[in-house]
């Protein structure tokens, strides 16, 4: 099941380079100046991205390394355009960032279910010499030729997109309360680093609404240094609109506990501290032992203390006797529906990628590239047809 969850994929890409135009000059029986009749090229194929909601991890492109869409076909005579190259749709899971592999720089993201996101535009067919007619030059020798292909390595990281993420050290509780609040069936053990991949879990809340739950593997203390299973994970949460934090009764200094993993969340990404955050003290059927055994205050008289010291609402709650969790539900949701919760922005820092050494392109390559090359920004530009006359673009 672990091996099966898949958040990270890197993938070449290239689009379709478009078809060159036709020079072609009409002949026929007693027609011997028939004109210039060359057709257009085809379009290149796209890669486009598309949002699935059925998916739910990358897994399906974990063996593709390479996706490319097809060339546009060349025009013909008599006017025949070439045949368009077709696009290739990556469907991916919403959530899903890519970055540019080389660079780690942002490139875009897929949120939402069937949107669509064009990754590398084929290139546009080159107009055929029948488009440059003119009365002074009746037969024009000279087509375009398709723009070129574009070509990018990427990286694709899913971000599973909740409402709640879970936020504890191992064995806080994280799963079994997702277990006692959802239909999901996480595995539930008492070791620590139970849950290798995150799960989710639909909560339902009063008069059929309901808000989805993210648990994640547990954090320790130096996870930012890559004890445990790293941070890794917390991109699962820079997502969620609210953050519930677990920290077990059972601990014997619950507010160190909270510390370390409000610390280990900045390290990785300061923003994440902007989110709402609620406590949960779990296993609050359980006595509180000190390391030998000796019995400890009650949670109940420790939680006006804890409540004085943290700004934010602390809720004592056991999934097992399932005490206190209408209590924390009805937290959550209200936390969930204010204002300033809902925007779920958060900026996408590039990310860290060792830069591939680019093959110098020996000095012949080069230039031969420079000649019949059109190097695309992303604004569409008319074409400059004057650039391509005389290069002779002859339909072979
Ligand atoms: N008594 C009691 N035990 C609990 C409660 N919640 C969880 N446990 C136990 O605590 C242990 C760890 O629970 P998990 O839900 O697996 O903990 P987790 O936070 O998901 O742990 P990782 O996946 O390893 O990060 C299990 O043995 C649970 O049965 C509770 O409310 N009361
Ligand atoms: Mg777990």
């Known amino acids: 099941m672990a091996a099966n969850f898949i958040d990270y994929v890197k993938i070449y890409c290239r689009s379709g380079k478009g078809g060159a135009g036709c020079m072609h000059l009409h002949r026929a029986k007693y027609l011997p ?28 492109l974990k063996y593709q390394k390479h996706i490319m869409a097809t060339d ?23 959530g899903t960032v890519v970055y540019d592999g080389e660079t780690g720089e942002f ?34 020798r000279y087509a375009q030729p398709g723009e070129p292909a574009q070509e990018r390595t990427v990286i694709m990281q899913l971000k599973v997109l909740a409402d709640v993420g879970l936020v504890g050290f191992p064995n806080a509780g994280k799963s079994t309360l997702l277990s006692v609040v959802s239909a999901a069936k996480p595995e539930i053990a008492d070791y620590p680093f139970t849950t290798l991949t995150p799960q989710l879990g639909i909560v339902s809340y009063r008069d059929g609404r309901s808000f989805c739950m993210a648990d994640i593997p547990g954090i320790i ?21 609210v953050l519930l934090f677990m920290v077990p009764a059972t601990s014997t200094d619950i507010i160190a506990e909270y510390n370390i993993l409000l610390h280990e969340l900045e390290q990785y990404n300061p923003e994440l501290l902007t989110k709402a955050r609620i406590l949960a003290i779990t296993k609050c059927d359980l006595p509180r032992l000190d390391d030998e055994g000796n019995e400890l205050e009650d949670i109940n008289s420790l939680l006006p203390a804890i409540r004085k010291q943290l700004d934010i609402e602390v809720l004592p709650i056991s999934s097992v006797a399932g005490q206190g969790i209408d209590e924390l539900k009805d937290a959550l949701w209200t936390e969930l529906n204010k204002e300033q919760n809902q925007v779920i922005e958060i900026s996408h820092a590039p990310i860290d990628v060792t830069v591939i ?32 006359k005389g290069i002779g673009w002859d339909a072979e």
């Open 33 to 60: 100046k028939g004109g210039p009749d060359g057709g257009d090229g085809g379009k290149g194929g796209s890669i486009i991205l598309q949002g699935n909601r059925n998916l739910w991890t990358l897994l399906h």
């Open 107 to 140: 490139i875009c993201e897929v949120k939402a279910h069937k949107e669509r996101v064009v990754l590398l535009k084929g290139g546009r067919g080159g107009l055929g010499n029948w488009h440059f007619r003119t009365a002074t030059n009746q037969a024009p």
């Open 357 to 388: 050494e680019k093959e110098e392109a020996s000095s012949d390559d080069a230039e031969e590239d420079q000649e019949g090359t059109i190097y695309l920004n992303e604004v569409e530009e008319e074409w400059d047809l004057d650039k391509y």
């Open 72 to 94: 546009g076909g060349k025009g013909g005579q008599s006017r025949s355009f070439g045949k368009d190259g077709e696009d290739k749709i990556i469907e991916v899971p919403c």
């Open 221 to 241: 203390e130096g996870a930012s240094e890559g004890k445990g299973l790293g941070l890794r994970f917390l991109r699962h949460i820079e997502r969620n609109a």
